[in-house]
T-cell receptor, first 114, second 113 residues
């Protein structure tokens, strides 16, 4: 069974631009969560989607948004990029919402904002 | 506000010895704790977990201890192997904050052959 895939793996943008990241969960998984990883803050929860609905949201500004499609694939969008948005963005999938030890992470998208 | 803290950014241990990774949390409502391991260029992978109703969970070479009164958990790896070299994250699930996971900043473990 294929794992969680994220595209693109690397991305370079400039301040003020917007970016869309994609996550394809493991086949059959219906929940997708997004995290931002930075050296000083560790992994910070962005949001969780289940059955195309946002179920939980972390403490991030409205510039960060996401959506989930009927095939459970998810996209995350960041508008008006800032230098501080440079980070590794990880998505994780699980069969059920908020599943505990059955949450599988993708390799991440490394975003650099210049 | 960092609700889950790993105060040691790095740890070096000789092969065969015990590795002890520590994690502290501030929210007494957390009901489930997990440890993840992360290799470079890969996403974190689940390692071991513990419910707040227990104080110890063991899985092979890995044991997690939970001290609720001190709001502290630790991961013991015995014996440590070079393949254990990775970044280890502890995470906690909050209730009633829902199914949101709070992660620590990670501890980079190096096991020296």
């Amino acid at each position: 069974k294929a794992g969680v895939t994220q595209t693109p793996r690397y991305l370079i943008k400039t301040r003020g631009q917007q970016v869309t990241l994609s996550c394809s969960p493991i086949s059959g998984h219906r929940s997708v969560s997004w995290y931002q990883q930075t050296p000083g803050q560790g992994l910070q929860f962005l949001f969780e989607y289940f059955s195309e609905t946002q179920r939980n949201k972390g403490n991030f500004p409205g510039r960060f948004s996401g959506r989930q499609f009927s095939n459970s694939r998810s996209e995350m969008n960041v508008s008006t990029l800032e230098l501080g948005d440079s980070a590794l963005y990880l998505c994780a999938s699980s069969f059920e919402q908020g599943a505990l030890n059955e949450q599988f992470f993708g390799p991440g998208t490394r975003l650099t904002v210049l | 506000d960092q609700q889950v803290k790993q105060n040691s950014p790095s740890l070096s241990v000789q092969e065969g010895r015990i590795s002890i990774l520590n994690c502290d949390y501030t929210n007494s409502m957390f009901d489930y704790f997990l440890w993840y391991k992360k290799y470079p260029a890969e996403g974190p992978t689940f390692l071991i977990s513990i419910s707040s109703i227990k104080d110890k969970n063991e899985d092979g070479r890995f044991t997690v201890f939970l001290n609720k009164s001190a709001k502290h958990l630790s991961l013991h790896i015995v014996p440590s192997q070079p393949g254990d070299s990775a970044v280890y994250f502890c995470a906690a699930r909050g209730f009633p904050t829902g199914n949101q996971f709070y992660f620590g900043t990670g501890t980079s473990l190096t096991v020296i052959p």
